[in-house]
Nanobody
Framework: QELLVESGGGLVQSGGSLRLSCAAS????????LAWYRQAPGKQRDLVAR????????NYADSVKGRFTISRDNAKKMMYLQMNSLKPEDTAVYYC????????WGQGTQVTVSP
C-alpha cells in the first residue's frame, strides 16, 4: 500500500510562510490525483488543495485561494504546499492523501499560526 509522509510544519506568525512536503512510496503516486487536507481541533478534515496526476490542473478551497500553491514532482515522488500570508485560522494538522483518500492517513504535520 502507498505510504505518504508529511513534513515541514511548524510555528509561524500571522503573515508568514511555510512549505509543506509529502513523500510517497510505491507506484500509485504518479497515477493519482493528490491533495492536501487539514483538520483543526474539533473540526472535520477538509480538502485544502488538489493537483492532477501530471500537475497541470489544480484546485483550491476558497479559504486558501491566492495564498497557497500546490505542486508535485513525480520523478521524486514528492508533493508540496507553499503557504503564504498565513492566518491564525490556518492552524491545523495537515495531511496528504489521494483523491479520494484511499491511502492510510499518516500522522500529518502541525501548522500553528500565531496572531
Amino acid at each position: 500500500q502507498e505510504l505518504l509522509v508529511e513534513s515541514g510544519g511548524g510555528l509561524v506568525q500571522s503573515g508568514g510562510s511555510l512549505r509543506l512536503s509529502c513523500a510517497a512510496s510505491g507506484n500509485l503516486f504518479v497515477l493519482r490525483t493528490l491533495a492536501w487536507y487539514r483538520q483543526a481541533p474539533g473540526k472535520q478534515r477538509d480538502l485544502v488543495a488538489r493537483i492532477s496526476p501530471a500537475g497541470g490542473n489544480t484546485n483550491y478551497a476558497d479559504s486558501v485561494k491566492g495564498r497557497f500553491t500546490i505542486s508535485r514532482d513525480n520523478a521524486k515522488k514528492m508533493m508540496y504546499l507553499q503557504m503564504n500570508s498565513l492566518k491564525p485560522e490556518d492552524t491545523a494538522v495537515y495531511y496528504c492523501n489521494f483523491v479520494p483518500a484511499t491511502a492510510s492517513w499518516g500522522q500529518g504535520t502541525q501548522v500553528t499560526v500565531s496572531p
